[in-house]
């Protein structure tokens, strides 16, 4: 007997929300359970579907936002797994889904198949990381018994990289040059195998390296 994973979809575009779990409902896996038009919608719905597995999450949402909907779940339904699924795919979106506590991220014009293989994926391991948020991460996470060791000032600097501030603006913060900003870029770049600061503040989130 197959195991079916069952889904809530929440976006405030009816058309698009609805079109999504007619197409998720054609995959004998996927079993849609809610369908929300934002975050106060989805903390009515949820009460009679306490067991949902995954929350496909929008992100510009009316009343509720994608934002604070992830920070209730995970306060209030820390089982629920959340993707991001938003046309956005700028630094700041990501990361700020990351620290809300959603598990991955993906673009709304990503392929069925795709978003099948991530709703998967993130009920099987907790987290659904891809090209848009680090495609070298998964490697650093697995490595778990060979972490590296950071500095002080590298993880001074990699809670930095989870502001909005600029690389000038971190090194003006930490009272040192922007070469120096640069050097330790590089430096945690290399230790990681990372090539993004979207990468970094992952990984660093992932590990507990920043506070939120």
Request: hydrophobic residues 45%; proline residues 2%.
């Amino acid at each position: 007997m197959l195991n079916t994973i069952d889904i809530a979809v929440v976006d405030d575009h009816t058309l698009f929300r609805s079109g999504l779990a007619n197409l998720l409902a054609e995959f004998e896996e996927i079993n849609v359970v809610i369908e929300a038009k934002n975050g106060v919608d989805l903390q009515e719905k949820i009460k009679i579907f306490e067991n949902v597995q995954v929350i496909l999450m929008d992100i510009n949402m009316p009343i509720m936002d994608g934002y604070a909907t992830t920070k209730w779940l995970k306060e209030n339904y820390p089982q629920a797994h959340v993707l991001a699924l938003s046309m956005f795919e700028d630094e700041k979106a990501i990361i700020g889904m990351l620290k809300a506590g959603a598990g991955g991220y993906m673009l709304k014009e990503s392929k069925p198949s795709e978003l099948l293989t991530a709703i998967k994926t993130i009920v099987e391991k907790g987290f659904y990381i891809n090209d848009l948020v680090s495609g070298r991460l998964l490697i650093s996470l697995k490595n778990e018994d060979t972490k590296p060791i950071f500095s002080e000032k590298e993880l001074i600097f990699l809670q930095y990289c989870s502001t909005e501030l600029t690389y000038k603006e971190i090194a003006s913060e930490m009272n040192i040059s922007p070469r120096t900003v640069d050097n330790y870029r590089e430096s945690l770049f290399a230790k990681l195998n990372i090539k993004s600061r979207t990468g970094l503040v992952v990984y660093g989130i992932k590990n507990n390296l920043i506070t939120i």
